[in-house]
Structure formats: structure tokens, C-alpha cells
């Protein structure tokens, strides 16, 4: 049966419509409160036949994006609903029974992570009997510009190179063991449409990368998004990661952003005391959905 929505491959020349999309989605001025503009951002450095995989758009009658799906871990979605559809129940459903052929059930999931608030997704979750995965995401934001941080002598902090990309990988893959980052799709990153290069930092000490951070700009006067942002293990608790996301803080403002946000686990703790340091607050608690145990 006819749904009027569709549910089709991103192609590159359509990514530019979908990551606008997902700005329009967010309130020009707020905490960001779905999958971001940014988070697909990141995903893009991937191969065609993974971005297949890990990104799911579905378009409505008349070629709007509806909805946006980011299965970037294993038996996981996150998503993100055009605000005309979140009521949609027919979107819902389809949605849902895509997702429900597509993830991996194994160990104890799919988890669903649908827009925050009682929309049509949350409640077809609930009636499949799915509910709230005890483990908990914190929504961590921050107003911009606020208190300028000093500027340490060390690292030295500047836009990312063309030349740094092998030792740029090699650090994210030192921060996060097991990364999927490589040179080629640093190299793919850097094409698509929302990056910014002058939102792609480094900290460097006598030219070794040892921190770095990469923003992407929301809506106009809206929040951004950090993603990823990351220190060298050798370099952990020296101010570096700060370094980096206080000049990211500071470019953001001159470009208009009002604040900027990072979802991070409860769990990681490091990450929450850092981000806390950093001026961030907790605005939200997030949950994915997953099916009930019987």
C-alpha cells in the first residue's frame, strides 16, 4: 500500500538537502534536541556501500526529506523526524518496521533512540513493547560565547592540514581504540557539504597533534554540535582537549552560533567532568528504546 513516504538511498548530490534539512528541524534558538546536522555530518566520511548501511532517509510526496535514520552502531538508530511528520503514524510505522528487518537483535536489542517527547515514534515503540534502555545519555549544552577561556602556552592550536591527515588519524585512533577514521575518509570528510575547515582544530606540541575537535554549525543563531573531539592518551589531563574546544567555542560565536551541544554517556565519566568544566550543563536526559525482556 501507498504510504506517500518513501524510503531511498542518500545519494552525494541530495546530501546537501538532507543535512539543511536537519538544521530547519532544530528551533533557531534552543539545545538541539535531535539526531543534528553534525552527527550525519560525520557519518558521511564513509564509503558509499556503508553510508547505504548506517543512513536511511525517508521522503515524503513532494521530495522533502521526512525523516532522517543514523544506524552508526551495531543493532542501534538514532533518529530524526521533519516537526510536520512527528504525529505521523504512518511515517511511524514504517519507520519502525524498516528499522525492526534492519538491526541486529543481538544482545538484547535494537535500541531506537526517536526524537525526545511523546511523538508517533515513541508511542509505536511503546505498543510494540519496547521501553526505556536503562542506560542513560546525558544532553550536555552551553551557552555561546560565554566566559573566554585563557589561552595556554601549550598546544598550540590551529585549523587542521591537508599534511596532518596521517597523524591526525593516528590520533583519533589512539583517543578512541578501534576508530573507523582513515586518511581516505578524512580525506571524504573534508568534501561534504556542512564541513567547515576553519571548525577543524588541533592542538599541537613542537608540531605532534596531541588534541582535536571538530565542529558543525546548526541552524542560523542555533546550536552547534561538537563531533568528534578527542586528546591523545599521553596528553590526557594537561588542558588540551580544553584548548581546543575553547577555540572552537570562540570561532562558533563569530559564526553565530548562541550555544553548542555533546551527548555523552552517564557512564563516561571523564567526559561529563570535562564538558562541566568546560561550562556545559545537563538539559536533558536521553534514553533509546529497546525491547522489553521477557
Do not use: K
Amino acid at each position: 500500500m501507498d504510504t506517500g513516504f518513501t524510503r531511498r538511498r542518500l545519494t552525494d548530490r541530495e546530501a546537501g538537502t538532507v543535512l539543511a534539512s536537519l538544521r530547519a528541524w532544530e528551533p533557531s534558538a534552543g539545545c538541539g534536541w535531535q539526531l543534528q546536522a553534525g552527527d550525519l555530518g560525520w557519518a558521511l566520511r564513509f564509503e558509499p556501500a556503508i553510508r547505504d548501511e548506517q543512513i536511511r532517509v525517508w521522503w515524503d510526496a513532494t521530495g522533502r526529506p521526512a525523516a532522517v535514520i543514523l544506524c552508526d552502531q551495531p543493532g542501534s538508530a538514532r533518529c530524526a523526524v521533519n516537526p510536520a511528520y512527528l504525529h505521523d503514524s504512518t511515517l511511524a510505522d514504517a519507520v519502525l518496521a524498516d528499522l525492526s528487518r534492519r538491526l541486529d537483535r543481538a544482545g538484547g536489542g535494537p535500541w531506537i533512540d526517536p526524537p525526545p517527547g511523546p511523538g508517533a515514534l515513541t508511542r509505536a515503540l511503546l505498543a510494540a513493547g519496547y521501553e526505556p534502555d536503562p542506560d542513560i545519555w546525558l544532553h550536555l549544552w552551553r551557552p555561546l560565547p560565554g566566559t573566554a577561556a585563557e589561552r595556554p602556552a601549550e598546544p598550540t592550536v590551529r585549523a587542521f592540514r591537508a599534511a596532518d591527515a596521517p597523524q591526525r588519524v593516528a590520533v583519533q585512533h589512539a583517543a578512541f581504540p578501534g576508530s573507523s577514521l582513515t586518511p581516505e575518509r578524512y580525506r571524504r570528510l573534508r568534501a561534504v557539504p556542512d564541513y567547515r575547515a576553519e571548525l577543524d582544530l588541533v592542538g599541537a606540541v613542537d608540531d605532534r597533534i596531541t588534541a582535536f575537535c571538530l565542529a558543525w554549525l546548526g541552524p542560523p543563531g542555533g546550536t552547534a554540535l561538537l563531533e568528534p573531539a578527542g586528546t591523545h592518551p599521553e596528553h590526557r589531563r594537561r588542558g588540551h582537549a580544553s584548548a581546543v574546544i575553547a577555540e572552537a567555542f570562540r570561532r562558533l560565536a563569530r559564526l553565530g552560533a548562541t550555544g553548542v551541544a555533546v551527548l555523552t554517556p552517564v557512564s563516561n565519566r571523564p567526559a561529563v567532568a570535562l564538558y562541566r568544566a568546560l561550562g556545559f550543563t545537563a538539559v536533558a536526559e536521553r534514553r533509546s528504546y529497546w525491547p522489553a525482556p521477557a
